[in-house]
């Protein structure tokens, strides 16, 4: 028997209340995403995609260093 087999026929014994917390639980594990997803089937340019989509989702900073900042001579002392 297969994983989602079992899940599939665990989840049908459940009552309402039971179903309502594994899809409580499975939100949270998406959501802290500790799930590792199996990538090997994905495309190069689909993997490009989804790492692009990831990282705008993430809030922009306001401020910014300047250029100037982050060069050698204004990080170290002579």
Avoid: C
């Amino acid at each position: 028997m297969t994983t989602e087999e079992i899940l599939l026929e665990t989840w049908r014994t459940l009552d309402e209340s039971g179903q309502e917390q594994v899809l409580t639980f499975m939100k949270l594990l998406k959501k802290t995403n500790n799930l590792k997803i199996d990538n090997s089937y994905i495309s190069p340019q689909e993997k490009a995609k989804r790492w692009e989509e990831w990282a705008m989702s993430h809030q922009k900073r306001g401020f910014s260093l300047p250029d100037e900042a982050l060069h050698r001579d204004s990080i170290y002392e002579d």
